[in-house]
């Protein structure tokens, strides 16, 4: 998939703690969220909120966009 390989190449590119990267992963949980794999989803969208706090703040507008895609 796509999203898939864009978040792929962002990693590879930036890190995975960048927020582009962050981006791109946020992207590819929402594709996997709308497919129904609620499980795999969640531990991932966990995983952008942890990442977001530690690089951006917890009151960063992209770090509360990510706890309401989980929410």
Request: proline residues 3%.
């Given at each position: 998939?796509?999203?898939?390989?864009?978040?792929?190449?962002?990693?590879?590119i930036h890190g995975i703690?960048?927020?582009?990267?962050?981006?791109?992963?946020?992207?590819?949980?929402?594709?996997?969220?709308?497919?129904?794999?609620?499980?795999?989803?969640?531990?991932?969208?966990?995983?952008?909120?942890?990442?977001?706090?530690?690089?951006?703040?917890?009151?960063?507008?992209?770090?509360?966009?990510?706890?309401a895609n989980y929410a």
């Open positions: 998939e796509l999203r898939s390989q864009v978040f792929e190449a962002r990693r590879r703690k960048h927020p582009i990267t962050l981006s791109a992963l946020d992207n590819f949980v929402c594709a996997y969220s709308r497919r129904g794999y609620w499980a795999e989803s969640e531990k991932l969208q966990l995983q952008i909120i942890q990442a977001r706090v530690k690089t951006l703040g917890p009151t960063h507008t992209d770090t509360i966009q990510a706890a």
